[in-house]
């Protein structure tokens, strides 16, 4: 009797990890979509960038771009071979499993257009 409410102990508090061994893609798109929000601050949400609408735009959207294209500039970027300010160091951040996710990541996102701002004057009457 003892030995098998240990054994329901034991495959009770293991289950989850059996369970959740068979999620393991569920970690690593955690992962992922973790390291995409952190692209989404220059990219856009999922890779939509937002236009500016002056004509100096030098970030480009990510979503719908080819997988080896966004593998090919972030190795790039790594290695220091595409000169950038900013993405160099995420680049480098990154390993090549990493990057691997983050193309099929941004690959799979559907292009949506690109809102764009519009400068707006401050109107000098306005209350305090």
């Known amino acids: 009797m003892k030995k098998s409410i240990a054994t329901a102990v034991i495959i009770g508090l293991f289950s989850p990890m059996i369970a959740n ?4 893609t569920s970690v690593s798109d955690v992962h992922t979509r973790s390291l995409a929000a952190s692209c989404a601050a220059c990219h856009g949400t999922q890779g939509n960038a937002v236009s500016a609408n002056n004509g100096t735009d030098s970030t480009p959207a990510l979503a719908g771009v080819q997988k080896a294209e966004i593998i090919s500039k972030l190795t790039a970027f790594k290695s220091g071979e595409r000169p950038a300010t900013v993405m160099q160091r995420h680049a480098k951040g990154l390993t090549s499993d990493e990057i691997t996710a ?5 690959s799979g996102q559907v292009p949506k257009a690109s809102a764009t701002l519009k400068s707006q004057k401050l109107q000098a009457d306005h209350a305090n």
């Open 102 to 106: 983050l193309a099929e990541y941004f």
């Open 21 to 24: 061994a068979a999620d393991i």
